[in-house]
Structure formats: C-alpha cells, structure tokens
C-alpha cells in the first residue's frame, strides 16, 4: 500500500539513471545523474516528500551530467527492502515487484520515469525506444505497456544490450495513455 504514483517514478529515475552505494559501517548514498532540470526536480521533489536531504553536483570534468546525492542508509534499506537488485549495477535492473502489482497511476509513473530518464522519442518516426543491458528490465516494461494496451517489440542489439522500441498505433496508445514527463 505504500507505492505512489511520485515514489514510482522516484524508483524509475533510479533504476534508469542511478547508482546506490553501500559502505561499511552502514553508510549509504544514492546518485541520480541527468542533465534534464524536470527530471532533477522531480527527482529532488521524491526525496523532500521522504524528508531527506540531498545536494545537487554541477557538472565536472570526469562527470558532464548533474547529479543528486542523497546520503541516507534509511533510504538504501527502504530500496533494499522495495527491490534488492536496485543496489546491483544496471546489468540486472529489473521492474520492481512492488510496481508490477501496483494501480495503473503508479505503473504510469515508473513507465514515464524509466522511458523519460533512459529512452529516446522520436515523434517524426512514432516511436520510443529504451535500450539496457538488463534484459530482465525491458521485459518487465513490456508487460507493464501491455497492461495499458500498448505492445513493444524486444531484440537484441550488438555488445550485449537490449532494445525496447513501441512504434506506429502502439506510439499513439503510449502518448495518450503514458505521456512524458519532460
């Protein structure tokens, strides 16, 4: 009962685009990087909705994307408990369990972050593509998209990712009934 339309796009943003950290001696940080000012936000909003605080890193030289850093071990157990593989690398991404069983609104969230912070629109060519090395997360996407009626075709691609593309009358489906966020 805990899963909320913002908390799903917080977790989407960071099974896209983030990075958890788990030290010794219990500390933790998550990293979100992205250089969309409405994806940041939206990000920053989650964690002061969690009551966490966070600072924003400009870009430097090793990193040319902004990046939010929370450092909470609360909220890297609260991950942990919600979906362990959100602290492995990107390899094994998957959609979390507590977002498969979860209302429409919540499934919208997930779905709009993750495509959003990860995919590639092109409306000229209706369609949407997210690629990942986690195979196992673009299939869960599809099942999440086939909830709302939208189909998407899965291949393999070169170097060992993967590819989702929704195109054609499933990239009208998806804009009507998924939309973006930025």
Not at 67 to 90: H, K
């Amino acid at each position: 009962g805990r899963m909320t339309p913002w908390l799903a796009r917080l977790l989407g943003y960071i099974t896209a685009e983030g990075y958890v950290q788990k030290r010794e001696y219990g500390s933790a940080t998550v990293y979100v990087t992205n250089n969309d000012r409405e994806i940041l936000d939206d990000v920053a909003d989650g964690l002061k909705r969690l009551g966490l605080n966070y600072t924003e890193r400009s870009p430097h030289d090793a990193k040319p994307a902004r990046e939010i850093v929370c450092s909470s071990s609360e909220f890297v157990s609260f991950l942990e408990s919600l979906e362990p593989a959100l602290l492995s690398g990107s390899r094994s991404q998957r959609v979390p369990d507590a977002v498969m069983r979860a209302t429409r609104p919540v499934k919208r969230g997930f779905l709009r972050a993750v495509i959003d912070a990860e995919g590639t629109v092109s409306p000229k060519q209706r369609e949407v593509t997210v690629s990942s090395t986690s195979r196992r997360l673009l299939e869960g996407l599809r099942s999440l998209l086939l909830s709302f009626g939208i189909d998407s075709q899965l291949r393999s691609k070169a170097g060992g990712s993967y590819r989702l593309r929704v195109s054609g009358s499933d990239f009208a489906r998806y804009v009507e009934r998924i939309g973006f966020i930025t």
